[in-house]
């Protein structure tokens, strides 16, 4: 199993530039994630999704888009990136294990985007 | 709301020494909590959890025990070594809830 993957590990946007990051996990999971993570602030959640075709507005959503087509995969679109976008971005995965209530999250390794 | 407040780094400290980073948490209901932690240039991974009062997890020599009376899951070792350091996030899962909320991070540093 590869776990949770993200596409790319590293890009520079110029401001105004759009982009989409791609998160792909193999697990099966219905939950999928996507966070930021700035110097001092911890995790932020941006937006998140509970099953395909489902996205909904986590902490931080302004500025983004999503889209859930396919379980497997959740994308993550910046379509005028600014400079207070420049961060490492993180996707993450859950499943709720109703008889057991065991819960986690298994994250991707990360995109780092800077937006000059 | 839930929110989760963790001690402020960056913490440095020798090999062998006895490592606490103080965790606490306001919340509704019954969270759950974690500790997950970040290696340089990687994401995060569950290092333990609790999901009641009481509760002790565990996990490389790492302990946290969920304290309801004081709101808090202060993570342990008694004695770190150099590939403890890292980035430690406290965080929780409100009840029922689908998503975590996290601590802002707290930078270990473990010198030989």
């Known amino acids: 199993n590869a776990g949770v993957t993200q596409t790319p590990k590293f890009r520079v946007l110029k401001t105004g530039q759009s982009m989409t990051l791609l998160c792909a996990q193999d697990?099966?999971?219905?939950?999928m994630y996507w966070y930021r993570q700035d110097p001092g602030m911890g995790l932020r959640l941006i937006h998140y999704?509970?099953?395909?075709?489902?996205?909904a507005k986590g902490e931080v959503p302004d500025g983004y888009n999503v889209s859930r087509l396919k379980k497997q995969n959740f994308l993550l679109g910046l379509e005028s990136a600014a400079p207070s976008q420049t961060s490492v971005y993180f996707c993450?995965?859950?499943?709720?294990?109703?008889?057991?209530?065991?819960?986690?999250?298994?994250f991707g390794p990360g995109t780092r985007l800077t937006v000059t | 709301g839930n929110s989760v407040t963790q001690m402020e780094g960056p913490v440095t400290l020798s090999e062998e020494a006895f490592l606490t980073i103080n965790c606490t948490y306001t919340a509704t209901g019954y969270p759950s909590l974690f500790w997950y932690v970040q290696y340089p240039g990687e994401g995060l991974q569950l290092l333990l959890k609790?999901?009641?009062?009481?509760d002790k997890g565990s996990n490389k020599g790492f302990e946290a025990t969920y304290r309801k009376e004081t709101t808090s899951f202060h993570l342990e070792k008694g004695s770190v070594q150099v590939s403890d350091s890292a980035v430690y996030f406290c965080a929780l899962r409100p009840l029922r809830a689908q998503k975590l909320v996290f601590g802002q991070g707290t930078r270990l540093t473990i010198n030989p």
């Open positions: 999704s509970v099953g395909e075709g489902t996205t």
């Open positions: 609790a999901t009641k009062a009481d």
């Open positions: 993450a995965s859950s499943q709720l294990e109703r008889t057991s209530g065991r819960y986690e999250q298994y």
């Open positions: 697990m099966n999971h219905e939950y």
